[in-house]
Structure formats: C-alpha cells, structure tokens
C-alpha cells in the first residue's frame, strides 16, 4: 500500500513537473536506450537467430522476422522498433477509412441536386459568381429568419446553403486540369528561363576568357610598347641580354596575370 501511494506520489510530481516545464520533454522510454540494454537486446536477437541489423525500408511491405517483444524484459521491449506503416493508400481520418486511389464523388452520388449545367466544356467562372451571390442571399435569408422565429424556417434554408456549397466545390474542382497545366506551363518557364541565363553566363565568361587569351597571353609587338621600334646596340651583348631577360619576365607575369583572371571567372560561373 505505501508503496502504490509511493508511485502515484512520483507520477504526480512528475506530472506535475511537465506541466510547469517550458518544453516538452521526451517520453520516459529514451532511458531504457543504455549501452548495456542495447547490447543485451543484440545478444538475444543473436542467440534467437535474428539479424540485428535494421530492416530495409524499400521492403517494409515485406514481413520482417524480429524477436518476440513479450518474451523480452520490460527495460527491453521499448528496444523494438514498432512495424512501419502499410504503403497503401488507405488511410483513417477522423475514424473514417478513406482511400487516395478513390475517385471523387460526384453530386449525383451524393445525392445532392446539380445547379450547374451539363458538360464538360463548362467555364465555371460566371456559375461560380452566380453560386457566391445566391449563397451570400441565402444566408441573409436565414439570418432574417433566425432573428424573427429562431425556432422555425431554418431547416429548408439551411439545406440550401449546403446544395450551394456543394455545387460552388464541383464548380471549382473543373479548375483542376486548368490549374494542372498553368503549373506545369510554370515550371517550364522557369526551367528555360534559367537554362537561358545559364547559357548567358557561359557566354560571357567564354567571351572573357577570349579576351584575355587574345590580350593577356600574347607576347610583345615586335615594334614595342606603343609600337615603336626598339633600337639594340649589337656591340652590347650583356645590354641585349639584359633586355631579352626583362621581357621574358613581364611575359610571364602578364601570363600568370592572365590565368588568374580566368580563374577567377570560371569560378564566378560556377
């Protein structure tokens, strides 16, 4: 007995602890998830013959062997993983089974009475404004009828407010395929769009590269700077010289000039 009084005791504070908490904190179970549990867990599965690796999730349609949870101990059941989910498209909502696949109903099915005319060319645009001020009038109508008699006479008008409803999301669903293809219309755009500019870009940097190869790595005019001819005293070997080492050294460096800045182009491109 003290010790039921012990445990509830715990759990209120606990509770209690959580609640005067600013986040929420995990579930209690992350404590059973201990290096010692852990490999207690991987020693069962090998002496059960199960393999302890995860399973594949590309298979997860597939049944995976696993030990049995309830012949674990307690600090070692919350270990297994639970299965993962079905890949069907099926799913509950609100408790209701609902499928993905399933076709929309359509208000014939639903037993709800079409405003709209037949057909599929149908421009939905003025049925959908007739659709708004009709049920714009109707729910004025029972508001009048709620304020003089709250009792009475809103039954009829309420159910059709739910016709109007109804007719006004068939109306806007035949947006679909409309609304489909300006996405993708979209998309493309935007993917040519920046293919375009890619290429633009690809084109000015070979442009830059082109100058540069044209100006930057081409050696002196044989005329000089500002092509002018240069006179070299022939009986001076060591002033020629000289002179020959000079160039070959600003040749370089307009070289190595040059191939910086076309590296700091293609890195711009990237």
Do not use: C
Not at 68 to 77: A, V
Not at 162 to 174: G, K, P, S
Not at 177 to 198: F, K, S
Not at 258 to 263: G, K, Y
């Amino acid at each position: 007995m003290a010790d039921q009084q012990q445990g509830q005791a715990q759990a209120q504070a606990q509770q209690q602890e959580r609640m005067q908490a600013p986040f929420p904190q995990p579930p209690p179970f992350y404590k059973h998830f201990t290096p010692d549990n852990l490999a207690h867990l991987r020693k069962l599965r090998k002496e059960a013959g199960v393999s302890t690796h995860q399973p594949d999730l590309s298979t997860q349609d597939q049944p995976h062997h696993d030990i049995d949870i309830f012949s674990l101990p307690t600090e070692l059941r919350y270990l297994i993983p639970p299965p993962p989910p079905p890949t069907t498209s099926d799913f509950l909502a609100f408790g209701l089974s609902r499928s993905l696949s399933a076709p929309s109903q359509t208000l014939a099915e639903l037993n709800i009475e079409s405003l709209l005319p037949p057909g599929a060319e149908l421009n939905p645009g003025p049925h959908l404004i007739s659709l708004a001020r009709s049920h714009l009038a109707t729910f004025l109508l029972l508001v009048g009828n709620l304020s003089q008699n709250p009792a009475e006479g809103w039954e009829a008008t309420t159910k059709d407010l739910e016709v109007l409803v109804a007719n006004m999301h068939e109306a806007i669903n035949r947006y679909r395929p409309h609304q489909a293809r300006e996405t993708l219309i979209g998309m493309m755009e935007e993917r040519v769009e920046r293919m375009r500019e890619e290429v633009e870009r690809v084109r000015e940097a070979k442009s830059k590269v082109r100058e540069l190869l044209e100006v930057g790595l081409s050696g002196p005019s044989d005329g000089g700077e500002g092509g002018e001819a240069m006179d070299v005293d022939t009986d001076a070997p060591g002033r020629s010289k000289t002179m020959d080492t000079q160039q070959e050294k600003e040749r370089r460096a307009r070289q190595m000039a040059a191939w910086a800045a076309i590296e700091d182009v293609m890195n711009s491109t990237e």
